[in-house]
């Protein structure tokens, strides 16, 4: 299983090519979502996603 750390680097990966154009908008909301998850577990997220 993957650590919290490998994790995070592999979203920060996928976040900064998708903000480079490889994703589209919705995609990236998303990945920064799941990452959010990841780092702040008890705060309340987003779970629609409008463009």
Do not use: F
């Not at 976040?15 to 909301?29: F, M, Q, Y």
């Not at 990945?31 to 996603?49: F, K, M, V």
Request: proline share 6%; charged share 25%.
């Amino acid at each position: 299983m993957a650590t919290v750390e490998e994790l995070l680097k592999a979203l920060d990966e996928r976040l900064l090519d998708g903000i480079r154009g490889k994703s589209t908008p919705e995609g990236v909301a998303k990945l920064a979502e799941a990452r959010a998850w990841i780092t702040n577990p008890d705060q309340p997220h987003g779970s629609t996603l409008t463009s």
